[in-house]
């Protein structure tokens, strides 16, 4: 199933884009959605704190992601 | 606290709105807030809290008005430069608001003086620009039972949320519920690498102050349990709610927040040349330097050498294995020092970082290039 994914913060730079798309097998868990992130953008592994939102709300490790999902990552920020 | 009849006149305007009141003026009135950082965030947050007469504003920053802070601290003026933020803030919000009593702390808030500075206080400000101190004046709030109102940017973006609120539900969650651990040194930039729209810190900082009101005075629904996203490129709203993490992270005391964020002390690293070395290993032939900024930063202002971004280092080293040694720089030295600290031990040639990085090169060398 194809997903749509939007970047805030420096995620935005890492991907060079606010939205990008994947290509992922059905139903997999938010763990490895991280991981396919971060082996496409290793740079993103350095954030350490990698969070993502299915559907305006957190997502633990172990939810899983639907097609139709509105997924968000969200970076610690750190500017003022 | 009763108002007298000068208050009253005052908060007029305020005290005609539905559900606010005598009883939520009187509340402003005798509530505390400590703001820390009095800078793009902080000085909308001072404002507004100011202008809506909190009994008592506390305001700690040791850090002092900067030329290139005027575009968005804008209770400063050009004559403030060089003059301790604290207390211009504080000089101008009298004039401002003579009835509200200020405190002003010129320091930086630290492990050793914030259990302190926070007693004294009902609700705690974060308007601070780096990862220690939002980590610090986090578990502060724990630790001391204070609700935290957090703001941050980046360019064009800004994240509000209010941590550790006594709800219906418990204590709202916190900054570690939402990011447990920091980014490595150096990843994620600062206004003064990354850049930040004047005007966007303005709408956070106010965004704060209204979530500060709000919880003082009990009005409406607080970001409690809610991070809101805001990106003014495309004026888009989002609320994301979130819980405590499980298991909770355990917050028994204050630590040492720099080490935690892999701050490098000040203290002299082996990995580092001073501007002077770096002029000489500049001018050997085994020598390359490269400079690791972002493309922006590169345009504002350089002192030679090649530019890879950092983003792109790793796989620029991949591809010329057979490359000199390398004198990395960036604006201050801190991103080039987490770079070399974290590629010194898997590659064969020798990479150092420019100390001070090229502010402290431009100030050595008196050079006529823009600071920034």
């Known amino acids: ?80 | 606290m009763a108002l007298n009849k000068k208050e009253t006149e005052r908060y007029s305007r305020q005290l005609l709105m539905p559900n606010f009141g005598m009883e939520g003026q009187e509340r402003l009135k005798s509530s505390s807030v400590l703001v820390v950082g009095a800078g793009g965030l902080g000085c909308p947050v001072l404002e507004y809290l100011v202008g809506a007469g909190v009994g008592l504003i506390g305001i700690v920053d040791g850090d002092t008005v900067s030329f290139n802070n005027l575009h968005r601290q804008l209770l400063y003026s050009e004559t403030d430069q060089g003059k301790l933020k604290a207390k211009c803030a504080a000089r101008i919000l009298k004039e401002k608001n003579s009835t509200v009593k200020i405190n002003t702390y010129p320091v930086f808030l630290s492990t050793s003086n914030a259990m302190e500075l926070a007693s004294q206080y009902d609700v705690l400000v974060d308007c601070t620009d780096n990862f220690a101190s939002r980590y610090l004046i986090n578990d502060l709030g724990v630790l001391h039972d204070l609700p935290v109102v957090y703001g941050s940017v980046h360019q064009f973006e800004g994240q509000v949320s209010v941590f550790n609120l006594k709800t219906d539900q418990g204590l709202s969650p916190n900054y570690r519920d939402l990011f447990p651990v920091p980014p490595a040194a150096g990843t994620v930039q600062d206004c003064a690498e990354g850049g930040v729209l004047g005007v966007l810190p303005g709408i956070i900082g106010s965004l704060q102050a209204l979530e500060v009101i709000k919880i003082i005075t009990g009005l409406g629904e607080t970001l409690a349990g809610q991070l809101l996203l805001f990106d003014a490129l495309d004026n888009k709203y989002r609320k994301i709610k979130f819980k405590p993490s499980e298991p909770p992270v355990e917050i028994n005391k204050l630590i040492d927040y720099e080490q935690f964020c892999g701050v490098s002390k000040s203290t002299a690293s082996a990995l580092e040349v001073s501007p002077e070395q770096a002029r000489e290993l500049i001018e050997k032939e085994e020598w390359t330097l490269v400079d690791i900024r972002e493309a922006a930063e590169r345009e504002l202002s350089h002192i030679g050498g090649i530019h890879v971004l950092q983003s792109d280092v790793k796989t620029f080293l991949e591809q010329h294995s057979r490359m000199s040694n390398i004198l990395f720089y960036c604006r201050s030295g801190r991103r080039s020092l987490a770079l070399v600290e974290e590629i010194n031990d898997s590659i064969n040639i020798e990479v150092l970082s420019l100390k001070g990085g090229l502010l402290g090169y431009i100030d050595f060398w008196d050079l006529d290039l823009v600071k920034y």
């Open chain 1, 1 to 80: 199933m194809k997903i749509q994914i939007e970047a805030f913060g420096i995620a935005k730079d890492i991907f060079g884009n606010k939205y990008i798309e994947l290509e992922i097998e059905d139903s997999i868990k938010v763990a490895v959605l991280k991981e396919l992130l971060i082996l496409k953008y290793p740079a993103l592994k350095d954030l350490r704190s990698l969070a993502i939102a299915i559907n305006e709300s957190y997502a633990n490790d172990q939810d899983e992601i639907k097609e139709t999902d509105e997924i968000v990552l969200i970076p610690p920020v750190s500017g003022g």
